[in-house]
Nanobody, 123 residues
Framework: QVQLNELGGGSVQAGDSVRLTCEAS??????MAWFRRAPGKQREFVAG????????YYADSVKGRFTVSREHDATTMYLQMDNLKPADTAVYYC??????????????????WGPGTQVTVSS
């Protein structure tokens, strides 16, 4: 019964950087990922980290700008967001997969979610 919580959201200007943190109440022995939901749009996958190999993977829309990482103790995951654009404005969610140890992207494969944190990027 691990609980997740996102920290680090806020309002920034285009081109700025933001580092989001996902804190878990205990080790997450599964792959984890970041999702986001922009106004009027469905929640979408952003970036994830596998349990096996601790390998990052990304959505094409953020490739080269965002970096996802995870602490070795599996209790903390980060999302470093560089060169932010107004299109990145969204509520960002931390999620833990259900019985997935490798790359996984479908929202339905994630059983545990944080409440989300707002990131607003102004032009």
């Amino acid at each position: 019964q691990v609980q997740l919580n996102e920290l680090g959201g806020g309002s920034v200007q285009a081109g700025d950087s933001v580092r989001l943190t996902c804190e878990a109440s205990g080790p997450v022995v599964n792959s984890m990922a970041w999702f986001r939901r922009a106004p009027g749009k469905q929640r979408e996958f952003v970036a994830g980290v596998t349990w096996l190999g601790d390998s990052p993977y990304y959505a094409d829309s953020v490739k080269g700008r965002f970096t996802v990482s995870r602490e070795h103790d599996a209790t903390t995951m980060y999302l470093q967001m560089d060169n932010l654009k107004p299109a990145d404005t969204a509520v960002y969610y931390c999620a833990a997969a259900n019985r997935f140890l490798g790359e996984v992207r479908p929202e339905s494969s994630f059983a545990t979610w944080g409440p989300g944190t707002q990131v607003t990027v102004s032009s």
